[in-house]
């Protein structure tokens, strides 16, 4: 477990760790609330700090000897989203603020392109709901999966192998229907889930706020009810005909525990014959984008042709070779060990070339 980012303190607890030593022993200072918008170069060409500006509106010159980008990808940019990704429409997860600032920063240096088209393909769920919403998580579980017409199109276990999920959601247009009978509601409710929600929704979880959170959920228009197959058909608009057909074959695979269309494992075929009926609108998700700026080992932004830019180095999720299409979760906390890491050498690196790090 401790492998992934489920450590004590979770992500604050080495930041704060991080900066306290570096205000103590460096004398460093952190200017919150003061985004660099594009880079400074001396006379002689060479990177030589950046221009940023405060919450106040004011322009702030920052010169150093170093300069090192780490802005956590360009996942809330629409305009570079589409430009560089398969599918540009996911929900992006936490993405707020990542605009692609940073690496277009590099690349206004010379910087090459890389890794830009990766993504990290999270859980379908609902658009903009909070991962620990207990309507959501029913969404996040092996149901049956529909098309905006009602159709099957995979097993329905691969909700956790995220970047399959994610895949096979993209191929439909990147929009679903989770549906579910009362009978599973109540299981959810009083036994527990089957799938875990990360750990802030875990396997067994009993979905007690359910009630609670329904009323918004369905207000929303992202959580649907009815009492028949055509009435879910007609407020989800799925042909019902073809619900209803998906439906008797989802039954049949539970009643003789074989699909015949997906293989799924019997475990997980929960039949939808008890109503009401329940259908949550699920959407492609992502946890950010994992490319963008070429660097070699020492973390060093480097040209297309892997010449060294000076003074500039990049980190973490602005830095494009570290994955191949798309997010590994076989190694479960390769981003954030990444993140650490490569911030490590990158600093190490600029303190090197500069013999920085003297208070």
Not at 240 to 248: D, T
Request: glycine share 12%; with cysteine.
């Amino acid at each position: 477990l401790y492998t992934w980012h489920i450590y004590q303190g979770r992500g604050a607890g080495w930041i704060n760790a991080l900066q306290k030593k570096g205000k103590d022993k460096y004398g460093m200072q952190v200017l919150l609330n003061t985004p660099a918008e594009k880079l400074i170069f001396g006379k002689d060409g060479k990177v030589a700090g950046v221009v940023a500006k405060d919450k106040d509106g004011n322009t702030l010159n920052i010169h150093a000897k170093a300069v090192i980008i780490a802005t956590g990808g360009f996942a809330d940019n629409p305009e570079m989203m589409k430009k560089y990704t398969r599918f540009p429409n996911t929900d992006g997860i936490a993405q707020t603020g990542k605009n692609g600032v940073g690496i277009q920063m590099a690349w206004s240096a010379g910087g090459g392109k890389e890794g830009l088209e990766v993504q990290q393909s999270y859980r379908p769920g609902p658009r903009a709901v909070s991962t620990t919403n207990h309507v959501s998580a029913t969404a996040k579980q092996p149901h049956l999966w529909l098309t905006p017409n009602g159709e099957r199109f995979c097993d329905e276990t691969i909700m956790g192998d995220w970047p399959a999920a994610g895949n096979a959601l993209e191929r439909i247009g990147g929009q679903m229907w989770v549906v579910y009978d009362n009978k599973n509601l109540d299981s959810m409710k009083h036994d527990g889930i089957v799938q875990g929600v990360g750990v802030m929704v875990p396997i067994g979880a009993k979905l007690t706020n359910f009630e609670k959170e329904w009323p918004a959920a369905e207000q929303a228009g992202w959580a649907v009810k009815a009492n028949t197959l055509d009435e879910l058909a007609k407020k989800t608009g799925m042909d019902p005909a073809v619900l209803k057909a998906s439906v008797e074959q989802y039954n049949k695979a539970a009643e003789q525990r074989h699909d015949a269309l997906f293989a799924k494992d019997p475990q997980y075929i929960f039949p939808v014959k008890q109503g009401p009926f329940y259908a949550i609108k699920s959407v492609a998700s992502s946890l950010g984008t994992l490319g963008g700026i070429k660097v070699n080992d020492r973390l060093q932004v480097v040209t297309d042709k892997d010449k060294a830019i000076p003074n500039l180095y990049a980190a973490g999720s602005d830095v494009g070779g570290m994955y191949g299409d798309s997010y590994d979760l076989l190694m479960a906390g390769s981003t954030i060990g990444f993140a650490v890491n490569s911030g490590r050498i990158a600093a190490e690196s600029a303190v090197k070339d500069h013999n920085l790090g003297k208070k």
